[in-house]
């Protein structure tokens, strides 16, 4: 058993893999047998990821706000507090928050067997993310 104190400092999501302001908090970090990598993700208006794939998938749970997802090829759905997603293994997708709200969700995946979570692309340009009116997101 270990505990580990609140007293982490909540890191900042990086320019290559996020688009606006993220800021993440660890919640669960990879160590032994264990492949958990579990943080809460915490996206101001406007933010999100780029397009990315999961080697073991993903699920995200929206905590507060309204947030917003998409895979490749599908419409960008809106996701609010209580939604779970799941990505499958290698679907290509991005998720992050409303134009004009926050999103915090909690992330949830299993690293592969170097340790990655994620494999990252392109930006989610502005005209992708604007792409459809997301209904019901006000
Ligand atoms: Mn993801």
């Not at 688009?19 to 492949?35: E, F, L, N, Q």
């Not at 679907?91 to 969700?105: I, M, Q």
Request: aromatic content about 8%; charged content about 20%; hydrophobic content about 35%.
């Amino acid at each position: 058993m270990k505990i580990t104190r609140n007293s982490v400092e909540t890191n900042q999501g990086s320019r290559e893999s996020f688009t606006g302001a993220v800021y993440i908090d660890a919640v669960a970090i990879p160590s032994g047998t264990s492949r958990l990598n579990a943080s809460t993700v915490h996206f101001t208006p406007g933010g999100r990821t780029a397009w990315h794939t999961h080697p073991n998938g993903q699920t995200i749970y929206v905590i507060e706000g309204i947030g917003r997802a998409q895979r490749r090829g599908g419409p960008i759905e809106v996701i609010r507090p209580g939604d779970r997603v799941f990505f499958e293994p290698g679907e290509d997708h991005w998720h992050g928050a409303a134009a004009n709200r926050f999103v915090t969700h909690l992330s949830m995946v299993e690293v592969d067997d170097k340790g990655n979570s994620a494999s990252w692309g392109a930006h989610v340009t502005d005209q992708e993310y604007m792409a459809e009116a997301a209904a019901g997101e006000g």
